[in-house]
């Protein structure tokens, strides 16, 4: 099903004699798309474009950025202003129904979400089975793709209307006690059970430490706003992409945790701390690193910089830069590596190299500084990105599928050798 106005505009393609033309659609900020899905039948070509750099994968109503300006919405809501006014349970909703809830859609949301918050007590069982030195992004892929066997009645999350939202309520509402469990198990603590009474991010705080510091409330809500979609990344892509096989959610979700774990994504958060503190020991030297992250001969690269889309600046990033001073002096923290961290950035800004590459501070440069003041070990700081990001690739799930998209298969130029005359075991 096509959401993109098709335009009363063609683009003509001329391959050897043939001169064939391909409509043009245009999405709600008059950006443009060649339709050429029909390219290889009437030409014989396909397009190609390693790593998506300007593939449209699908038509979407969830989150729109423009890179080159730094704009970041969902549903055109700023998100400024949604992190600044909204709660991430009101977020959570926009994202999987395109409108801010009323108060009564927000309570009725919360009741599903306290409701279908009990962890199975084989998850428990599978992570305890876990060896110690498991990364906990591994350990939350396994439990996520365990779901399915928990709740078999979801296995088919498209079945009805019911199991579909049972599934939803189910993954958000399970996301903090993994998420808890995975940490008290690294520290050897035992587990918290939920407390009804408490909002989302509250009875998160509650599973993890025993306790809730508002301030700290606050501030958490705020950063899983930040990181609650963007639109066709590698992990929501991913998510799409395996949900387009038509497999249950949570086999869709494990597979974009997956995604989000490796350090060119999600996983940047935690190497951001780590090339910090790395720099902080090696005497906090900070032009030497830039100049390691310029040299070519260097596999060194700054992480937390640069981003595909934005070539501006990351609005997320602009947001959290304010912020890390406020939640260190609220929560009466000192931390040195956020004067490395702004030195590195003060640098890299007026430096030729960052600059005509459009490489700017990412959502996860400062992000990290905020999760360790808030008390969250380095190693589970990819996995509060997931628990952030979780609604949006539910909704991203939920777009493809009540779009009815099919299952994807991208094509390929093949350069490998050409048909060959078998070679025997004795003649090898
Ligand atoms: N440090 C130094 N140089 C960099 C950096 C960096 N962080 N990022 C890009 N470059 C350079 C590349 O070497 C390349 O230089 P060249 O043109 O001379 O060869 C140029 O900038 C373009 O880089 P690409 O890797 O081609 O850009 P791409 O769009 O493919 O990658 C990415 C974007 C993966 C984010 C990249 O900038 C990067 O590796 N950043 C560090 C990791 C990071 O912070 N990831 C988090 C992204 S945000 C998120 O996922 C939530």
Redo the contacts with the bound molecule.
Sequence with gaps: MSLATELNETVNIQTGEQNSSYPVVTGTYNEKGITIDKLRDTTGYVTLDV?F?NTGSTESTITFIDGEAGILEHSGYRIEELASKSSFEEVMWLLLHGELPSEAELAGFSKQLKAHRALPVGVKGILDALPDQTHPMGMLAVVLNSLSGFYPAYDDSWKSEEVKWNTIYTLLANMPGITAYIYRRSQKLPYIDADPSLGYVENFLHMMFGKVDERVVEALDRLLIL?AD?EQ??SASTVRFVGSSRVNLFAAVAAGSNA?WG???????Q??LEMLEAIQLDGGNVDKYIAK??D?ADP?????????VYKNF?PRAAVIKKYVDQVLDTLEKEDPVVDIAKGLEREALKDE??SS?K?FP????YSGIIYRALGIPVSLFTVM?ALGRMPGWIAQWKEMRQNGEPIGRPRQIYTGAATRAYVPMSER
């Excluded at 060194?300 to 595909?308: A, E, K, P, T």
């Excluded at 990412?362 to 440069?365: C, I, K, R, S, Y």
């Design positions: 790593g750099k990181h963007h990344n590698c989000l350090p060119l994504h999600g996983g940047a958060n190497a951001v992250a310029k070519k060194f690269r700054l992480m937390g910089f640069g981003h595909r990351d190299y960052f590459r490489l990412n959502v996860d440069f990105f």
